[in-house]
């Protein structure tokens, strides 16, 4: 029960009817480029990404803000 030969060649010849040799080829010229155009881009967000530097968080870490905080109230409480 699946598509045999002679389905094939008929919904062929029907695109071929409707669209045309000449629209057909352009068609697919531009499938193919908008292939190539999806690889290159690909390949372009691979490069990206390895050359994209890390982030990271402020020097000093976390710790730093705190134990400012924590030494100016000892400080007013020693006063």
Known sequence: MGIGWPQLLL???LILVLFGRGRISEMMGD???GIKSFK???SEDDVA???APKIE????GNGAGADSVESSSTDKTSH
């Open 31 to 33: 499938f193919g480029k």
């Open 11 to 13: 919904i062929v010849v």
């Open 49 to 51: 990404s390895r050359e």
């Open 57 to 60: 968080g402020p020097a000093g």
């Open 40 to 42: 290159k881009g690909l």
